[in-house]
Structure formats: structure tokens, C-alpha cells
């Protein structure tokens, strides 16, 4: 179940006044006792009582301003998140493997955490497929690259709130590669593995591997070097991520994207995209996000590999 919760009916007036107040668009100041008492149909004395409770347990602070109304003068995130009875914020990643996608994940929870807000994380391959979850309530944060939120975000600010984290924080840079034999194969057209489920692996593809010059197999983009291995494949464009057996101990080899149309879309699409419900309380958190700490962090992914090629980088063959 995703931080959205239930229906008002199924909860407390004080977990109801508590995602009032996570509410994305809640401006500082208290709907009116009247306002609380049509919303949830209950009398004054129970909405004050509600007003109490979340006081007397430092979830906010309140002022009153006469005709203004009344005011908070601070949240503290965990126990509003706590009285509003929420579930822990769900994220959902691609598929396993990247190491940038678990550093963001990972930076992601451990700013939530600060505020006392619990984190679950998910797995699901095709950006189009976890845009789908969110639609679909299953999800609270859906990461993208650049390249597939620009591709299927509607320009529609009361749908989708979208924080980018900067260029190289989902690709970093030198991570798309091409991978092929040592000895690769000559005299004949040769077969490039392309995965339909993911957009940026579609247009990496034909811009390194122009159609006219390849013959083109579906191929999982993370199984890659394992299809290249099986001669299923003769090459084709990769994320590098970690495993167990050396590239060159199976007559594997990598070398970086030449095509400069490839070479040029694979920096317009590093930038990794955290995509929510316009509605849903979790924006509240984002916003609040320490997105600098974050972007740090996606550096240190690059540091590690300096931005250049292993011989020895691991795959996967299971």
C-alpha cells in the first residue's frame, strides 16, 4: 500500500488533521474546527480533542491569529507521520544491479529515516512499468532516468512531481558501454541485442547500431553480456553493474560508446528522476529533501570507477 493510506472514513480525526497537514498543498494555516467538523462529520469537541492530541504529542505547534485563523509553526515530521497512521514510503527501482540506483535509494532512505519515516524498496524493469505502479497506487517514488522522464511524464504539474538529481547520478559517466568479444565476428551483418522495455536502451541502440547496418535481437539489457557469451548476440550497449566472473576469464570485452549521436544522448539521459503523485503526502518529504547530500552521493559512484572501463568489471550469468 503506498503513503496515500486510507479513506478518511477508516481513520482517526487526529490521523486525518495529521495528512491534512502533510498534505502537498498545505499552505501553514489550520482548516477551521466548522471546515474538520462537515469533513469528517464528527462535533467541535472531537476536533479539538484531535487539535489536543497532536500537540500534546509534539507533532505540531499552533498559533492563533485572530481573524486569520490558526497557524503551524512547525512540524515534526515524525510523529505527524506516526499520528497520520501512514505505511512506510515505497520506492521503486529498476531492475537489480545498478549501483547508482542503490546509492540514490539508499541516500533516499536515510533522509527519511532523519524524519523517522520508514522505506521499503522495490524492483520492477521498464520505466513505463513502474510510471504504471504509481498510476496504479502501488508505489510512493518511482525512479527514472532523464531520458524516460522526458519521454513519458505529461507536462502536467498537478499529476507528477518530478526532482532531478544531475547529470550522471543514474548513469554516472562512462557506465554505457559496448560489450563483444575479444575476437568478435566479421564477414557477415551482426546481431545487436536491444531491450523494448527500456526506452534509453532502444535509443542507445539504434544510435550506436544504426538498423540499416545491424540485424537487431530482443535481449534483456542487464543479461546482456551473458547473450554476447551464449553467441546469442555479437554486441550490444550495456550498464555496467558488478558480479562475479571477469569480462576478459570468458572472452568478453568493453569499450566505450563512439557513435557521437550515442555519445551525446547517453549524457542527456544520466540524470537520475524522482517522479510522485502530486498528491500524495510524500511530496511534502521530497521537498524537503537535502538534494545536495543526495547529488554527493551519486558522485562517489563515479569516483570509484574514475569514469573509465574495467577489463576485470564482473557480469552476471545467472
Not at 535481437?217 to 550490444?236: K, W, Y
Request: glycine share 8%.
Amino acid at each position: 500500500m503506498s503513503a496515500k493510506g486510507e479513506k478518511s472514513e477508516n481513520i482517526s480525526p487526529e490521523a486525518f488533521i495529521a495528512r491534512d497537514i502533510l498534505s502537498p498543498g498545505f499552505s501553514g494555516r489550520l482548516a477551521t474546527t466548522s471546515q474538520y467538523q462537515e469533513r469528517l462529520g464528527i462535533g467541535s469537541g472531537t476536533v479539538q480533542k484531535a487539535l489536543h492530541e497532536l500537540r500534546q504529542n509534539g507533532a505540531v505547534e499552533l498559533v492563533s491569529r485572530g481573524h486569520q485563523g490558526t497557524w503551524i509553526t512547525r512540524r515534526d515530521f515524525d510523529r505527524l507521520w506516526d499520528m497520520a497512521r501512514l505505511p512506510p514510503v515505497h520506492i521503486l527501482l529498476p531492475s537489480r544491479g545498478s549501483q547508482e540506483a542503490t546509492v540514490v535509494a539508499g541516500g533516499l532512505s536515510l533522509q527519511f529515516q532523519e524524519w523517522g519515516v520508514g522505506t521499503t524498496i522495490g524492483y520492477m524493469r521498464g520505466a513505463r512499468s513502474r510510471l504504471e505502479a504509481l498510476d496504479q497506487g502501488q508505489t510512493d517514488v518511482v525512479l527514472l532516468s532523464s531520458g524516460s522522464a522526458s519521454l513519458l511524464l505529461p507536462d502536467d504539474p498537478d499529476r507528477y512531481v518530478k526532482i532531478s538529481l544531475g547529470v550522471g547520478s543514474y548513469y554516472c559517466p562512462g557506465s554505457l558501454v559496448v560489450v563483444e568479444k575479444i575476437a568478435p565476428a566479421t564477414g557477415r551483418r551482426r546481431k545487436i541485442g536491444i531491450d523494448f522495455h527500456s526506452n534509453d536502451h532502444q535509443r542507445l541502440t539504434r544510435a550506436q547500431f544504426p538498423a540499416e547496418l545491424h540485424d537487431y535481437v530482443e535481449t534483456d539489457f542487464t543479461l546482456l553480456p551473458r547473450a554476447v557469451f551464449l553467441n546469442e548476440i555479437d554486441s550490444g550497449v550495456w550498464h555496467q553493474e558488478e558480479s562475479l566472473i571477469p569480462l576478459d576469464k570468458v572472452g568478453l570485452s568493453l569499450r566505450p560508446l563512439d557513435e557521437p549521436e550515442a555519445v551525446e544522448m547517453a549524457e542527456q539521459i544520466s540524470a537520475a528522476v524522482l517522479v510522485a503523485a502530486q498528491d500524495s503526502p510524500v511530496v511534502t518529504l521530497l521537498r524537503e529533501l537535502d538534494r545536495q547530500h543526495l547529488q554527493k552521493l551519486c558522485a562517489t559512484v563515479d569516483e570509484k570507477t574514475g569514469g573509465k572501463l574495467s577489463g576485470n568489471l564482473a557480469i552476471r550469468f545467472d
